[in-house]
Nanobody, 130 residues
Framework: QVQLVESGGGSVQAGGSLRLSCAAS????????MGWFRQSPGKEREGVAN???????????YYADFLKGRFTISQANAKNTVYLQMNSQKPEKRTMYYC????????????????????WGQGTKVTVSS
């Protein structure tokens, strides 16, 4: 059974940075098939960033428009760990960040649709104070 374990959440002031990590329990789930989502109180879960394969070009990443270049998703050499570097953070209350994974057959295109991800971590909480 695939398990995703997030870490790195916490509290930071606006403008600060945090780095989230997510490790998959099995090497059969590649970090290229993983992404990050978030959910704030009273709001729907939204996609933040994801990794995906590009035929003959290796791996690439895709981001939600609202990030405006503030976040960076990357993967470890071990290929079953993905990171989310969050810079210039804006104030937000108790937002849960979730790591998610999808099947290899769907990793050839980017996707921030939660329905396409079958594996989910339990989330790590991020609070950004003003």
């Amino acid at each position: 059974q695939v398990q995703l374990v997030e870490s790195g959440g916490g509290s930071v002031q606006a403008g600060g940075s945090l780095r989230l990590s997510c490790a998959a329990s099995v090497y059969t789930l590649s970090s290229t098939c993983m992404g990050w989502f978030r959910q704030s109180p009273g709001k729907e879960r939204e996609g933040v960033a994801n990794m995906y394969h590009v035929y003959r070009d290796g791996d690439s990443s895709y981001y939600a428009d609202f990030l405006k270049g503030r976040f960076t998703i990357s993967q470890a050499n071990a290929k079953n760990t993905v990171y989310l570097q969050m810079n210039s953070q804006k104030p937000e209350k108790r937002t849960m960040y979730y790591c998610a994974g999808r099947g290899a057959a769907t990793c050839w295109r980017y996707s921030l649709m939660s329905i396409e991800y079958g594996y989910w971590g339990q989330g790590t909480k991020v609070t950004v104070s003003s």
